[in-house]
């Protein structure tokens, strides 16, 4: 079945550091691929999506590119600040199960100043 | 639009007691669906509805049920509650345009069974 593999954390960062967190999925065709953001105590926020092969989504200076050859999703950002700490989840939409979303286990990233 | 609104956003039973967690939805959004997330687990599905009155079984649905009488309102069950349902309960809610489907989180409801 479909399915996310996530990078394991947690990641502590200096603020200005390059981040990458690594995401990699299982899944039948071509799903649609996110990133969320959950801030303490708060729910999950949509951070950035793509929906077919070679696209990259992107948002407040977080990117990630869709690599069907390598079913890879990769979160990067150039430049990270204290408020990007939070937890990160990699997740996907089925092609045939698109209400179904599957998620990574997350991945707690604190920047220090 | 409020969103998605969860109620309550902290809860504390003891096991064998019974409860509704309440999620409502302001977007008229067809989709709903409820997660429980876990310590090292991520989300996990625990029901879904397609439509008013139509809903399914996500990956771990043992102890709860769902109805879904109207498109804003997918309330959850807790049957019969147990220290292994202590978790933070998220419910969403999506729309689809073609193909694609976009999902908004609720602010979550923390469990803790004794």
């Known amino acids: 079945g479909d399915s996310v593999t996530q990078m394991e954390g947690p990641v502590t960062l200096s603020e200005e550091a390059f981040l990458t967190i690594n995401c990699t999925y299982t899944?039948?065709?071509?799903?649609?691929l996110f990133w969320y953001v959950q801030y303490p105590g708060e729910g999950l926020q949509l951070l950035l999506k793509?929906?077919?092969?070679?696209d990259k989504g992107s948002n407040k200076g977080f990117e990630a590119t869709y690599r069907k050859e390598t079913t890879s999703f990769h979160l990067e950002k150039g430049s990270v600040q204290v408020s990007d700490s939070a937890v990160y989840f990699c997740?996907?939409?089925?092609?045939?199960?698109?209400?179904?979303?599957?998620f990574g286990t997350g991945t707690s990233l604190t920047v220090i100043p | 639009n409020a969103g998605v609104t969860q109620t309550p956003k902290f809860q504390v039973l003891k096991t064998g007691q019974s409860m509704t967690l309440q999620c409502a939805q302001d977007?008229?959004?067809?989709?709903m669906s409820w997660y429980r997330q876990d310590p090292g687990m991520g989300l996990r599905l625990i029901h879904y509805?397609?439509?008013?009155?139509?809903?399914d079984q996500g990956e771990v649905p043992n102890g709860y049920n769902v109805s879904r009488s109207t498109t804003e309102d997918f309330p959850l069950r807790l049957l019969s509650a147990a220290p292994s349902q202590t978790s933070v309960y998220f419910c969403?809610?999506?729309?689809?345009?073609?193909?694609?489907?976009?999902?908004?989180f609720g602010p979550g409801t923390r469990l803790t069974v004794t």
């Open positions: 969403a809610s999506s729309y689809s345009l073609g193909q694609v489907y976009e999902q908004y």
């Open positions: 899944a039948t065709g071509y799903p649609s």
């Open positions: 793509a929906t077919k092969a070679d």
């Open positions: 997740a996907l939409s089925g092609l045939n199960t698109g209400n179904q979303f599957y």
């Open positions: 977007m008229n959004h067809e989709y």
């Open positions: 509805s397609v439509g008013a009155g139509i809903t």
